[in-house]
């Protein structure tokens, strides 16, 4: 499967961009007269920063499949370590925001679709395209203000302090309650799009003959729609999914680190200003990892749904 | 069959072959059609060889082949006695002023966003031949040519009429000033008076010019009244290739026998020639 | 066609009224981006009156001044007025190195201050900075879109036109990148940029990756139009008259894809302007005293400043209509090109 090679290709392109840089963690140190140059050499021969490119290379291929994918220069613990809590987490904000994307975008879509002549179809392009033209940067911030200045919903965080010691319901509440804005941030912020996509989809199917067929059999509307279109639709917004889940990555980036959920994005962020570099490329592979899964998972389900793809 | 006339002919094709094969990732060809194979053909200056056979019978891959638009995947092709088969691009560059294409679809075969002035002098423009002005000069005197009034040159290929855009590709072809005219279909796509009116203009020329035509058509009434020869195309094959008041009077292959049998009685064929 | 006229005019009307103001930052802006007023940190935008305390109507509007009401707290001050001047001396200036200038549009006498927009936590002109930071942030989003999509019509070209294993590789490597996630990328780029080195090469560099990672889509749109326009029986006939590849590629071939080029290009510049307001916004992008709009708006990120000082977030909503304008320019472009057929 090509998904595997990809994977070597962007391990073996972060690598080298990172590596190609002429500076590195221990810039700081060096230019602290109280460090003498001696220890700096020497710490970077014990993090290995001193060898080639492909001795590095194969090195952190070793790690990597240990699952430990380097050392955290800054943290001074293996990379995994700190990655897979993290990534658990961006997991189950990335999953829970496309659900609630998809949600929110199928009804809607189908909705305006359906409702091309009406003035309501106008007014659902404008928010949609509304939608479109806010940076995500002003709505999320925006929605840490309503959190901050309304108090219904946390500002920030996984869990509130001290949720360790509740039971396990509490936890999950307490879960779900830090969990409801960051989720809806990243929903909205990909909603346009998806609704346009959505919208267009089903425009394309309602205008094809057998939908046409249907409806002078009498099939009511609501049938029509759900069991007769949809389906059909589902194919090209299945294949959509896929690529939805590599901007819905991009953008949970920015919710992570505006409202403070404990994903990738921050540990990227931190560890770019530290230039902890086995950090920063972990991230990425993660985070392509997370892409190709969700390409795949696409696929697998674009199979199981279209039988023209099973015929071939 | 090939048909032996005294004196060199202008075109000569033997033993020409195309096969298309569609080949996997993996160079592994999956999928193989043969548009046409052992072809021989022979037609002479200023006559006009027929070539006839029901749609899908490769005689749209053997036209390109002809006008050199396409590599045959086999066999030899002769244009005024001259192998060109094994030139390189370059060396075919000069020859190809001898030899040019008329496409069934006047309308694909024009691109869209070009005057009619620039479509016409574009060979002109390729082949570097005379100054900017004289391009311009040699298409308007070209339109004249084929009955399009000059002030319609600025015009794009939508503002004209499909028999029109036609012209426009007739006249384009004879920028080179070629010795050759293949017509693959060309007149199938316009209405009777279309046809008419071109037919007209292309007798014309081939008596002012002495033009040789090869007409790809499956119109056998229309191949009747012009073909000096025809030669009958079956699955990609000549079965038959003759003269053509022998052809019409006496067929010899059962398949163009059932394909004359679809037309009119032999009798208003002849009539019509002999007119 | 007229619907999609209205649309592109005022996007187009939109756009370079921004575009403008943006490049004349210096005229248009009261005073420089890095001009500190220590003393009236985080000021509400001044507003512009025309009636005055007394209810009488001025024809020239005029601001209020500052006092301190001795709580160390600064307060709105009726009694002092400033009339706003148009066409002033003030801070020099310079149009791209070239054009020196002293003159600004409008402006207020000492110590009255002009800050349509308010202060940030130094006491500088937001309006300004928001003019000034536009020029970095606008610049990078063009040269980086045009990048990307000058690589994407040469890779799509070739590609489309050649066709067979370099078809093949070209597109594996777009595939390659349109898998990356492109942010975490451009972080794991800037985390190999070293911390010593001048914004204008943090600038330059942050552009040209911005501008390599995005060539895969437009390389694929381009290359599309390229297969379908190389089959066109106009194309094959010009192969007929003895044409080059060349020829037929820059005759025929690349004007059907200048159309798509264009509507890319006007969709990817919101995209990679925002980017760079992004970056800069996480403190990776350009650096102080550069100013962008995303160091407009990292002070954001404190909480005080979030939930106090509301007028902080103008230059986030300035950017809604400008990319309004960049998508209806672009929705009325792929209206009008579609491709031409009969």
Redesign the interface.
């Known amino acids: 499967m090509h998904a595997a090679v990809l994977l070597a290709a962007i391990s073996l392109l972060s690598f080298a961009l990172v590596q190609l840089a002429p500076g590195d963690f221990f810039d700081q140190m060096r230019m602290n007269p109280r460090v003498s140059a001696s220890t700096v050499e020497g710490l970077r021969a014990e993090y290995g920063l001193d060898r080639s490119f492909a001795v590095r290379y194969a090195l952190w291929l070793r790690s990597a499949i240990h699952g430990e994918f380097g050392i955290s220069l800054a943290y001074n613990t293996p990379v995994g370590s700190l990655l897979f809590p993290r990534a658990r987490n961006t997991l189950l904000l990335t999953a829970t925001s496309t659900l609630l994307a998809w949600l929110l975008a199928i009804p809607i879509g189908v909705w305006s679709a359906t409702n091309r002549r009406h003035l309501s179809r106008r007014s659902s392009e404008l928010v949609a395209s509304t939608l479109l033209t806010v940076p995500e940067l002003l709505l999320f911030l925006c929605i840490l203000l309503f959190a901050a200045r309304s108090g219904w919903f946390p500002s920030g965080g996984m869990y509130s302090v001290g949720s360790e010691d509740s039971a396990a319901f509490q936890r999950l509440k307490d879960l779900a309650w830090h969990l409801f804005l960051p989720s809806l941030g990243l929903a909205l912020a990909c909603l346009p799009a998806l609704i346009r996509h959505v919208r267009s989809a089903m425009i394309e199917v309602l205008d094809s003959p057998f939908i046409r067929a249907a409806r002078s059999h009498g099939v009511p509307r609501p049938r029509l729609l759900f069991r007769f279109a949809l389906p059909v639709a589902a194919n090209s917004l299945i294949s959509l999914a896929g690529f939805s889940v590599a901007t819905m990555l991009s953008s949970s980036l920015l919710v992570e680190v505006i409202l403070s959920w404990p994903g990738l994005g921050p540990l990227l962020v931190e560890a770019t200003l530290n230039k902890d570099v086995y950090v920063v490329i972990g991230t990425v592979m993660f985070s392509a990892v997370f892409l190709i899964v969700g390409n795949l998972v696409a696929d697998v389900l674009l199979f199981a749904v279209d039988p023209r793809i099973r015929v071939e | 069959m090939t048909v032996t006339v005294p004196g060199a002919s202008i075109l000569e094709v033997r033993h020409l072959g195309k096969e298309y094969a569609q080949t996997s990732?993996f160079g592994r060809s999956e999928f193989r059609v043969q548009a046409f194979e052992k072809v021989n053909l022979a037609i002479h200056d200023g006559l006009t060889l027929a070539i006839v056979g029901e749609s899908g019978a490769g005689k749209s891959s053997l036209a390109?082949c002809l006008?050199?638009?396409e590599r045959p995947s086999c066999g030899e092709i002769y244009i005024e006695s001259k192998s060109v088969l094994d030139l390189t691009q370059d060396e075919?560059?000069p020859i190809?002023?001898r030899i040019?294409?008329i496409?069934q679809?006047p309308?694909?075969?024009?691109?869209?966003?070009l005057s009619a002035a620039e479509?016409i002098s574009?060979?002109l423009l390729?082949?570097r031949i005379e100054t900017k002005k004289q391009q311009r000069d040699q298409a308007l005197e070209l339109m004249r040519l084929v009955g399009l009034s000059p002030d319609a040159s600025p015009k794009r290929?939508?503002e004209f009429s499909g028999g029109q855009r036609q012209r426009i590709a007739i006249a384009?072809a004879l920028a080179?000033e070629p010795k050759i005219l293949v017509l693959d279909e060309a007149l199938s796509s316009l209405d009777r008076a279309n046809q008419e009116h071109i037919l007209l203009l292309l007798s014309n020329l081939q008596a002012e010019r002495s033009l040789t035509y090869v007409h790809i058509s499956h119109d056998l009434e229309l191949v009747a009244r012009i073909a000096d020869t025809v030669a009958v195309m079956r699955s990609g094959q000549i079965v038959e290739h003759k003269d053509a008041n022998e052809l019409f009077a006496r067929p010899e292959h059962s398949y163009t026998r059932q394909l004359l049998h679809a037309m009119q009685p032999m009798e208003t064929i002849l009539l019509d020639r002999s007119a | 066609m007229l619907k999609h006229r209205r649309k592109l005019v005022a996007g187009a009307i939109l756009l370079a009224g921004f575009h403008v103001a943006v490049l004349l930052a210096g005229f248009f802006a009261p005073y420089g981006y890095a001009t500190q007023n220590r003393e009236m940190p985080y000021m509400p935008p001044s507003g512009l009156h025309l009636v005055d305390a007394q209810g009488k109507v001025h024809l020239r509007p005029f601001v209020y001044g500052w006092r301190d009401d001795g709580s160390g707290a600064l307060k709105l001050d009726s009694t002092q007025s400033y009339p706003v001047h148009f066409f002033v001396q003030g801070w020099p200036y310079n149009v791209g190195g070239l054009v020196h200038s002293r003159m600004h549009l409008f402006g207020v006498a000492e110590p009255g201050r002009v800050c349509l927009l308010g202060t940030d936590g130094f006491g500088r002109d937001q309006f300004s900075r928001f003019l000034y930071g536009g020029q970095v942030s606008l610049l990078a989003g063009l040269i980086a879109a045009a990048l990307s999509v000058s690589l994407g019509v040469l890779v799509g070209a070739l590609a489309g036109f050649y066709g067979g294993w370099i078809d093949e590789t070209l597109m594996r490597c777009g595939e390659l990148f349109l898998a990356l996630p492109w942010l975490y990328l451009l972080f794991a780029v800037r985390a190999a940029m070293p911390l010593q080195i001048t914004q204008w090469q943090v600038f330059l560099l942050l552009v040209s990756v911005l501008g390599l990672i995005g060539w895969a889509r437009p390389a694929r749109l381009v290359r599309g139009i390229v297969l379908s326009a190389k089959e066109r029986n106009f194309v094959v006939a010009a192969r007929g008259f003895g044409a080059s590849n060349g020829y037929l590629i820059r005759r025929h071939v690349m004007p059907q894809a200048s159309g798509v080029a264009l509507t890319q290009v006007t969709l990817l510049i919101p995209q990679y302007v925002l980017a760079e307001v992004t970056l800069t916004f996480l403190g990776l992008g350009v650096s102080e005293p550069m100013p962008s709009w995303g160091s407009l708006l990292s002070a954001l990120q404190q909480y005080y400043v979030l939930s106090s000082y509301w007028w902080m977030f103008l230059p986030a909503a300035l950017l809604i209509p400008l990319f309004l304008a960049y998508y209806l320019a672009a929705d009325a472009l792929q209206e009008h090109w579609k491709p031409v057929s009969l």
């Open positions: 990732r390109r006008a050199l638009l075919l560059v190809r002023r040019q294409l496409f679809d309308t694909s075969a024009l691109n869209p966003r479509i574009e060979p390729i082949q290929p939508l384009r080179l």
